[in-house]
């Protein structure tokens, strides 16, 4: 079974994020409020509940270099918390934002994205930001947005920032200058991530589509491959190779790009109740059908389920975040989903062995 | 500088969407032009009449499927569209083995006729419409049936 450990915390979890020891847990229980649980004697307790914020807490990222977490929330504040002591102490962050704060994210080096950039980023984006994420060089920006399109800003600042550019470019990129905007979703994009190497970007549509990107710059290459099943609410690169996919379906997509970087569904990585490629594929959709074309399904009255549960599988309901966790050796990864159902799942692809050559 | 450009795409065929490599790059055609799709859509027809007359429905229902959804967003278009669609559909009677030799990039385009053909309330189109669909999502999934009801922007 890939998913290693299960830890039900509350009834719904909106976003989750990791001490830098992988000690300790910060997530938003669907309200204002920031938990903190430490894994004690195999028991998780809860430390702290910082509590700052007037509405939902949208998104959650704790520092891998300052141990500092910042929290954004609907009620457009921003808070970066420092441990001082036994207790986290608020810094209000201005962000100026007509609207709802969704999602956060400490760069590589240390700058939270919401600090340094929400001015420049509000100027471009019309619609709500659903996603951001920080290119391993702590210069690019991708954003992905309720327009359906995928932005890719500079934040690079002279004097600042050292560029360590392969295409040797003379002229550099102004701060919060577009470098690339991706119209391929007709709906809401969600989502994006970089390879490790930030060569490849990926970013998922409500469409039921997964977007890969290569070659981020003048002449980008795309691909957009269909997804079958329900869509997906985030991504995150294990590897150059492969993408875990999260979502409606909840239970986790593994994505793979072959020799010559194409990129394909490989499998669900949990525990599915049928065969999703045979003629009855999945009892939720029959159950659901059934009615609909007003035929008998006898064949399937014992494997009659609730449609949005489906047995074995580690998450009952919408899986809304994934974040990658320390890894214990050169090959083994680790992640972890939060979800709608509360739950937070600690995912190893150690024993999945046809995953290996992807990793 | 162009603001929303279409990349390069690596062709993977099934799993390329056309719609989705459309989107928001090509141009709409506006009325004057229409007279020119409606020619084509003319011109598709008789191409379905004849295949249709050789007993061959699912080349029928590729070809009117072909070249949809119409890039306008005028109704005269659409309609005339559907009405060649409509009419290869209406001919399947063995819809398990249209599958078998219906490619799966026409998957997408015909999940949203089908929608359109359920929309019509008429009892025979909606009846087949419904045997289609069913075997249609078996193949295809739910996510086929998501890019149907999410693109609002090529529509048919």
């Known amino acids: ?77 921003s808070f970066v918390w420092n441990q001082e002591g036994p207790e986290w102490v608020p810094t209000l962050v201005i962000l100026r934002l007509n609207r709802a704060a969704l999602c956060v994210q400490w760069s590589p080096k240390g700058f939270a994205v919401c600090r340094w950039v929400s001015k420049v980023i509000r100027k471009k984006h019309n619609s709500s930001v659903t996603g951001v994420s920080w290119h391993p060089n702590n210069i690019l920006l991708a954003t992905t947005s309720t327009d359906g399109k995928c932005r890719v800003f500079s934040t690079f600042i002279k004097g600042v920032d050292t560029r360590e550019s392969k295409t040797g470019s003379s002229s550099d990129p102004k701060f919060g200058e577009q470098i690339l905007q991706l119209d391929l979703s007709s709906s809401w994009a969600f989502g994006v991530n970089w390879s490790p190497s930030g060569n490849t970007l990926a970013y998922v549509g409500h469409n039921s589509m997964i977007y890969f990107v290569d070659d981020v710059g003048p002449s980008p290459l795309a691909q957009n491959v269909a997804v079958r099943y329900l869509p997906l609410r985030d991504v995150l690169f294990v590897s150059e190779k492969m993408v875990i ?85 050169p090959k083994t990864k680790r992640f972890s989903t939060s979800g709608m159902d509360g739950k937070v799942v600690i995912w190893d692809l150690d024993n999945q062995h046809d995953l290996r050559e992807y990793l | 500088m162009k603001n929303g450009f279409l990349p390069r795409t690596r062709s993977v065929g099934s799993d390329v969407s056309e719609s989705a490599m459309m989107a928001g790059a090509e141009k709409f055609v506006d009325a004057d032009n229409a007279e020119a799709i409606i020619t084509r859509i003319e011109h598709k027809s008789r191409k379905i009449e004849s295949l249709l007359k050789q007993n061959k429905p699912v080349e029928a229902l590729k070809t009117a499927l072909e070249g949809s959804p119409p890039m306008t967003r005028d109704e005269r278009c659409k309609s005339a569209n559907w009405i060649v669609v409509h009419r290869a559909l209406m001919t399947i009677k063995d819809v398990e083995g249209m599958f078998s030799s219906l490619d799966p990039e ?51």
């Open chain 1, 245 to 329: 996919g999260v979502g409606f379906d909840c239970n986790p997509m593994v994505f793979a790009a072959d020799k010559s970087g194409l990129w394909s569904f490989i499998r669900f990585l949990g525990e599915r109740k049928e065969s999703s490629s045979g003629p009855k594929s999945g009892s939720q959709i029959s159950e659901a059908f059934g009615k609909l074309y007003g035929q008998s399904r006898q064949g399937l009255s014992n494997d009659t389920v609730e449609p949005s549960k489906i047995q074995g599988a580690a998450h009952d309901n919408c899986i809304n975040c994934i974040e990658l966790l320390k890894q214990k050796g």
């Open chain 2, 106 to 156: 026409y998957y997408d385009i015909l999940m949203k006729y089908l929608y359109r053909g359920l929309s019509t309330g008429d009892r025979p189109t909606c009846d087949q419409c419904l045997r289609i669909h069913e075997k249609l999502t078996e193949r295809a999934g739910l996510g086929c049936i998501l890019r149907s009801l999410a693109d609002t922007v090529n529509t048919v």
């Open chain 1, 1 to 77: 079974m890939a998913a290693v450990a299960v830890h039900q915390f509350v009834q719904c979890i909106t976003c989750h994020a990791w001490s830098p020891d992988q000690s300790m847990i910060a997530f938003c229980p669907n309200n204002n409020e920031v938990h903190i649980y430490k894994l004690l004697q195999d028991k998780w307790e809860k430390l702290h509940v910082l509590q700052k914020h007037d509405q939902l807490v949208s998104g959650i990222d704790w520092s891998g270099t300052s141990n500092r977490i910042v929290s954004v929330s609907h009620d457009r504040n």
